[in-house]
T-cell receptor
């Protein structure tokens, strides 16, 4: 069975500081991994997706994530936070052969001016 | 264009009402999904349609009735809902109908309040 753990339900960073949102997964087979962002009162927007083509995945809005199989991690980073990055971020995992997209509990990112 | 649209944006209904949520995509995607998201929680899968046929029903109560009239449209019919059904209802679609880690594209959601 697949599962996702997001460490930290709430992360605060200063504007211009590094953003690091943590995600660890559990999967019995090589997974597909996703990061989605949800702005207040909106749907989910895909930030990036890992599909085994490359361990470092670049996404939209300057975000990237690195797949580390040895650590079963897929942490999301951005070198310099903007105020507009304040949102809820969800890590999700899907296994080949499954429609199920299993989400983590989400991390709310606050950016302090 | 990776847009999924949903109507209405907001809906308030009584427990005896019948209403419908609508979802539309014009990306040629063959799989469509309904999710329910409670406040401060991740989305929970309700239904999956693959090639306009219901593939997955995650033990959703019968007061929720999905319908897929064609490959671009997905409806969710609501009847005799309970206050605890109040949530954000999200529609999503993916290009392929096979379960192989396809990227799901989400709509903006319908915020439902049941009084």
């Amino acid at each position: 069975a697949q599962s996702v753990t997001q460490l930290g339900s709430h992360v605060s960073v200063s504007e211009g500081a590094l953003v690091l949102l943590r995600c660890n997964y559990s999967s019995s087979v090589p997974p597909y991994l996703f990061w989605y962002v949800q702005y207040p009162n909106q749907g989910l927007q895909l930030l990036l997706k890992y599909t085994s083509a490359a361990t470092l995945v670049k996404g939209i809005n300057g975000f990237e994530a690195e797949f580390k199989k040895s650590e079963t991690s897929f942490h999301l980073t951005k070198p310099s936070a903007h105020m507009s990055d304040a949102a809820e971020y969800f890590c999700a995992v899907s296994e080949a052969g499954s429609y199920q997209l299993t989400f983590g509990k989400g991390t709310k990112l606050s950016v302090i001016p | 264009d990776t847009e999924v649209t949903q109507t209405p944006k907001h809906l308030v209904m009584g427990m005896t009402n019948k209403k419908s949520l609508k979802c539309e995509q014009h990306m040629g995607h063959r799989a469509m999904y309904w999710y329910k998201q409670k406040a401060k929680k991740p989305p929970e899968l309700m239904f999956v349609y693959s090639y306009e046929k219901l593939s997955i029903n995650e033990s959703v109560p019968s007061r929720f009735s999905p319908e897929c009239p064609n490959s671009s449209l997905l409806n969710l019919h609501l009847h005799a809902l309970q206050p605890e059904d109040s949530a954000l209802y999200l529609c999503a679609s993916s290009q392929e109908a096979s379960p192989s880690g396809e990227t799901q594209y989400f709509g903006p959601g319908t915020r439902l309040l049941v009084l």
